[in-house]
């Protein structure tokens, strides 16, 4: 945890929590937003994910991209962890896999910020149950 050693200091604290906070609850327009799925269930967790999911809010927080950035649990991808899905506004779901830091801000500038590909994507392996 950061020493809090000024006003200054928590006054920064809180912009960055309510920075992060706002990230996270933009859920009452999410299809107008950029969705980004961060798998943390025990081993997501264990293979980095707390870190994947600050370095993707401190990303859109600083190019200041709403998004709505949200835990999951297991995707099924155990093998490939950490895995996020990015689901851009209009767009089907994207699965990438051996996400690290690195990668988060990657995927932030090149597939959020520009539409473009980026090497690491899971491929779909489901269809959806259509109920009409």
Known sequence: MTKISSLDDLRKMKEKLQA??????????????????????????????????????????????????????????????????????????????DVDTKKAVQIIDRYVGAGELLPGIIPVNYEVVDND
């Open 20 to 97: 992060s906070v706002h990230l996270r609850e933009n859920g009452d327009r999410c299809d107008q937003l950029v969705q980004i799925r961060v798998a943390m269930a025990t081993c997501g967790i264990a293979a980095g994910g707390k870190e994947v999911l600050n370095a993707l809010i401190d990303q859109l927080d600083h190019r200041h991209i709403e998004a709505v950035v949200t835990q999951t649990g297991c995707m099924g991808y155990c093998y490939a962890e950490p895995t996020i899905e990015v689901t851009l506004p209009g767009s089907d779901p994207v699965v990438f896999g």
